[in-house]
Structure formats: C-alpha cells, structure tokens
C-alpha cells in the first residue's frame, strides 16, 4: 500500500516493530526503496529517539506514507475539547463508530489471551482497523486534501504546522513558477506584536444568549484591505488567501448538497477543512518570526489586529446601542443576552443589522442561540442549549488534567445551575463528597494526567532536596525506567506518597493497590470545594454560595434556605457596557 495508517501508529506500533526487529535481528523491510530498515526524523510527537531522551523522532518508511490518526484526533479536540480521552477506544465510542459487541482486551493481556484463545484476539485487531478506517474517514480528511495542492509529503502534511508546514511551500512553489527569486530571510526590528481584543463584560448567569461572529475574521480584513507581507513582491499571500476562501465556499457549498454520508460529501468537507486550516494560518504566518518564516511581516500583522480590535468595537457598540446585554467579546465574536420577550427573529434581526455595517468580504454570521450562559472568566464559559445540551468551554471547566470526578461534578452541576435548580447544585456537591469519604470512587476518577520533564537520573540527582509526586508515584510502583515527555496519570495516595494508574483499552487500575481506593479523601475533598465548586462562585451572591458548598457536617445557624437562592448576572468593573 502507498499509506500504512493506524492509530497511535508513532508513539506505538512503529517504535515496537523497530525495536523488535533489533532485537532479533530480522529486516525490517517496510519501505519501497534503499536497504531494509526504518529511518528517523525529528518530530514533535513521536517516540524517544533512543540515543536522546529529550529528542522526539518519527519513523519513515521510505516510499510509503505513515499516517497516524492521533495526529487528526489532537486537532479535533484542540478545537472542540469534547473528547473524553485519546485513545482509539475512546474516541470510537464517543463519535459513534463502534461496533456494539466490541471485543476488547487489556494490552497487558493479549499474549496470554493469544496463546489460548487467538480468534479472540483477531477479532479485536480487526475492530481496531476498522475504527480506526471509520476515524480517518471521519476526522483526517482535511491533512489528505492538502497533499492534493501543498508540495508536501502526506505524512508530514499530517502533522505539521499550517502556516510553517503548508503556506510557506505554497509561497515557496509560487516564485518558483513565476521565476522570481526568493526574498532573503530578515530578522526582525524589534517591534513587538499587538494582539487581539477581548473584553468581559460580565460574568455570573445570563439568559437567552446569543453568539454573532465573523468567519475567518483576520483573513477576511487581510483581503478587505488588501494586507499582506512587505516582502511578498510578487502578491503570492493574497492571492493564495482569496483563492483558497473561494475554494472553500465551493466546498462547503457541494458538501451541503452531497447526500449524508456518502464519499461525495466526506470529500467536499475534507477539502473545505483543509482550505480552513490553511486561510485560518495565515495572519499567524504573518505575526510568527524565526528562519521557517520567510515572508513575517509584523507591521502587516499588527495591522491586521488594528482593524480586528476596530471591527469588534463597532460590533459591540452596535449590538449594545440595539438594547442587548453584552456578556463578552473576543478576536471576532461576541456573546450577548437578548431582553425578554425577544424570539429568533429578533435575534437575527439584529445580528443582520450590525453585520450591514461591516467593511466588504467581512461577513457576520449568526452562529448560535442558547438558553443560558455561565460566565466565568475570559474565554471561560458553559453554554446551555435550548434542547438541554451543554457546551463548556475553556481550561476552568476542561483540562486534560484534571480529576475526572471533578469534571464530573462540573458539568452535572453546571447543567442544574443553568437549568435555575439552585437545590440540584447542592445535591451534587453532597453526593460527591460523600462518594469521596466512602471510598466508592475508583482510584482512576482522581487521578490526574501529568507529563514526566525529569529522567529517572534526573531526578534521583534533586530528590534529597525535593521530592515531586509524579516521580515518587513511579518509584512506589516499581517503575525505575522513563523518559522525559512520557505522560503518565498519578492520585495522591492516603500515605501522602503517589499512585499511577494504568490505562489499557478502555479499563484502568491501580498498580499495586490491591485492598481497594487508597486515595487521599481529605485532599480530594478539599480539591472538590476550593477548585471545581470555586469556579462556579461568580453565578451566586457570596452567602448564598457559602450556604450551597457548606460541609454538611458543618451547617451554620443562619444558612439561607437552598429554596431561595438565585443566579446573579455582575457587570465587570472597567468593561461597561458601551453606548
């Protein structure tokens, strides 16, 4: 085959076939050309490359394209943050693409599983390639549509960067064709970089909520006023720019009218996700520096961002001037609550308005309409749709490394807050907490995922003077052997040492820990009220959020009945409202 793909194909499979085959002593002849064996290049994920722990290398075959769906995974939740985990099973089961008898097995024991029962053991490979067929036909369209038009490799396509890895060839291939010779790579003059506007003009509880934003707001000013490197003498920059937004309204377009499902349709979407990826990277070409980046222009980048912060000021002091509360604005959106009594129409109504006042190619869409919002921080909210699914965003109410329990807690909790159930809210504090004291959470559900930056002698050098709990719960579990990068998940144990928690297809345990959870109650209870019930602080006036995270054991006299307590909406000081 020209594409060998698997998931998890670089930090797994490809690293173990290598060291085997080493080992053994037998060629490892994947590639179509040169002598057997597979060759390295250096990578930002990948495996240790053997000789240098801090060095992350990928593997080649050359002649064929090694494509891993982990790399089309990661991008899908840096813009969603939805995913439940990583892991191919995981992912199958959250995007509905696995089969519902399943066979799984525990990495630990397939050999064993192998030696008496290897039908089972097919049966499960051949689960695994077809998920993960059905991931890279649903999620890794957008790297194959870019190696129809960027003078890049698949695999690296598949991996890199937009802007360094896709619009610099592209720029590169354009003064190839033209004849023209390159300009020289220059360093910088010390201008600093001006970034984007974000204002938070309230926080707490707000609702009927709408979002307006504009589509691909920096490219979209970057072809309005015509902005593009000084240095491109050629114009390659906003020609690529236009053509590409073209190409993908077309995408989008055919992708609509193409039946649901079928290859058709997987193809226009995959084309339109990759002219996004690419038109999006643009104004961040623009404002990266270093020798990868030979057309940066700073001062077209910052003025891209002065018509950026111009653009979402007037968007605000329109929307405001139209009797809306304004809840945040950011780069090129802007949330707001509508007054009572106001319908869809109304809300259409106005975004259509302020969007007529906006410079030509710059388009306003209206992108949502909710029922509530919690308003944490900048760029920190929870969304509740008017058919009950809720939205969360940020790293306040999703982060990788967070407690499951307590994710747990936040979004069952932020669903009753949105919902006005004040009572609900407690309910699931209590019951959380009294999960905790019993013990009848699984050592996985407050365990946190971690990266490991020390080497075991690393380490072992500074450990008189400090001891760290991701290295102590390594060294408890009898694991003497890391690299640095390896991300592990670890739980403070009652002893106030560490634990880990070993992940395989789907089922965790504890290493070690064979009398039940031995997990620090005292410290997880305290994490659950100071860091997962504090960010839900600002929807309540403070009595009544003390009266609703109090310990049960401990309930004051005066505590204000559950029955009585509101969500408030707080205008943020230096942010009013404008008019």
């Not at 291939?173 to 001006?194: N, W």
């Not at 920190?380 to 058919?387: C, E, F, K, Q, S």
Request: charge should be positive; include cysteine.
């Amino acid at each position: 085959p020209d594409v060998i793909e698997n998931h998890n194909l670089h930090g797994f499979d490809l690293p173990f076939l290598d060291r085997r085959a080493r080992i053994l002593g037998v060629p490892l002849a994947l590639g179509r050309i040169g002598p057997p064996g597979l060759r390295q290049r250096g990578a930002r994920r990948g495996t240790t490359s053997g000789t240098d722990n801090g060095r992350r290398v990928r593997f080649v075959a050359p002649g064929r394209e090694l494509i891993d769906t982990l790399d089309a995974v990661l991008r899908y939740d840096f813009a969603t943050r939805d995913l439940p985990g990583h892991g191919l099973k995981a992912v199958a089961r959250h995007l509905g693409i696995a089969g519902p008898d399943r066979e799984l097995i525990r990495g630990d024991q397939i050999h064993a599983t192998y030696r008496r029962d290897p039908a089972r053991v097919r049966r499960y490979a051949t689960a695994d390639v077809e998920e993960v067929a059905r991931l890279a036909r649903m999620l890794g369209g957008a790297a194959f549509a870019l190696a129809q038009m960027a003078p890049r490799r698949y695999e690296r396509l598949a991996d890199a960067g937009a802007a360094t890895g896709v619009i610099d060839p592209l720029l590169v291939r354009a003064y190839l064709r033209a004849g023209m010779a390159l300009s020289a790579h220059q360093p910088g003059d010390g201008t600093p970089h001006s970034g984007a506007a974000l204002h938070l003009f309230a926080t707490g509880v707000a609702r009927r909520v709408v979002k307006a934003d504009v589509a691909s707001l920096y490219p979209s000013l970057m072809r309005a006023y015509r902005i593009g490197p000084a240095r491109d003498h050629l114009g390659a920059m906003l020609a690529l720019v236009d053509r590409l937004v073209e190409r993908r309204l077309s995408a989008k377009a055919s992708a609509r009218a193409a039946p649901a499902g079928s290859a058709e349709r997987y193809a226009h979407e995959a084309m339109s996700g990759g002219m996004k990826l690419v038109v999006n990277s643009a104004y961040g070409y623009l404002a990266a520096g270093g020798e990868l980046t030979r057309f940066a222009d700073v001062h077209a980048a910052n003025e891209v961002t002065r018509h950026g912060r111009e653009t979402l000021e007037l968007m605000c002091r329109e929307f405001s001037a139209r009797g809306v509360t304004l809840l945040e604005a950011d780069t090129d959106g802007v949330y707001f609550a509508v007054p009572e009594g106001w319908d869809e129409a109304d809300e259409r109504r106005v975004v259509a308005e302020v969007a007529r006042l906006l410079p030509a190619l710059v388009q306003l869409e209206f992108e949502g309409r909710y029922a509530a919002m919690l308003s944490h921080e900048p760029k920190n909210y929870a969304l509740l749709g008017y058919d009950g699914s809720l939205l969360l965003r940020g790293v306040a109410f999703r982060s990788s490394r967070a407690e499951p329990y307590g994710q747990r807690f936040l979004r069952r909790s932020i669903a009753r807050l949105l919902a006005g159930d004040a009572g609900g809210v407690r309910d699931i504090y209590v019951a959380t907490l009294d999960s905790l004291r019993r013990r009848e959470l699984p050592a996985y559900d407050v365990s946190s995922s971690v990266r490991l930056t020390k080497t075991p002698a690393q380490y072992l050098d500074t450990r008189d003077i400090r001891r760290e709990l991701p290295y102590e719960a390594m060294l408890a579990s009898g694991r003497t052997s890391w690299s640095a990068g390896d991300r592990i998940r670890i739980y403070r144990t009652q002893s106030g040492s560490g634990g880990v928690i070993e992940e395989s297809e789907g089922e965790t345990f504890a290493i070690g820990s064979t009398a039940g959870p031995d997990y620090d109650v005292h410290h997880y209870a305290r994490l659950l009220r100071e860091t997962f019930a504090a960010r839900l602080a600002r929807a309540f006036r403070p009595a009544d959020y003390e009266a609703l995270f109090a310990d049960p054991d401990q309930l004051s006299l005066f505590t204000p009945p559950v029955e009585t307590i509101r969500t408030v909406l707080i205008q943020e000081p230096g942010n009013t409202q404008p008019g």
